[in-house]
């Protein structure tokens, strides 16, 4: 079970969700948008899978913002109500994502990651850290300096 929702963690309705690799799309999400996943046969609870976006109904151009790796521990699969995976999604070029501090955090998050070096003694050059700005600002429909100065602020 999934639910998606907003910055503002307001529920998002008619978005398909699925897995990357093994498994199928889920349903839509409903009016309070909550919708299942068909995994792959072999996954477990504890087990980790990458999400994707298949299908929005609004057709609206939406970006993961949380898990802001797209990666997600599959819940316990009884029937509990803390049993799902919370999924935040905001559109493309929506400047309130500078404005929230969830968003930002995931915005600085996928930074950070990117700047990680690739081998152990190996610091990012500055050019290298502006690049890894400029393609995450390019991913959400913003400009880089709007980026770094919600989050310097």
Do not use: C, Y
């Amino acid at each position: 079970m999934v639910h998606v929702s907003d910055v503002q963690n307001k529920p998002i309705s008619g978005v398909v969700l699925s897995t990357r690799g093994d498994g199928s799309g889920g349903t839509k999400t409903d009016n309070a948008g909550k919708a299942r996943i068909q995994l792959a046969i072999e996954d477990k609870s504890g087990n980790w899978v990458s999400l994707q976006i298949v299908q929005v109904l609004s057709k609206k151009d939406l970006v993961f913002i949380s898990p802001w790796d797209r990666r997600a521990q599959i819940p316990p699969f009884e029937n509990e109500s803390d049993n799902f995976v919370p999924v935040v999604l905001a559109e493309r070029g929506d400047k309130t994502m500078l404005e929230n501090g969830k968003a930002l955090l995931a915005l600085a998050e996928k930074i950070n990651a990117g700047n990680r070096p690739k081998f152990l003694k190996e610091q990012p050059s500055e050019e290298d850290r502006q690049q890894v700005l400029a393609e995450i600002a390019r991913e959400h429909g913003l400009q880089p300096e709007e980026i770094n100065e919600a989050i310097r602020s």
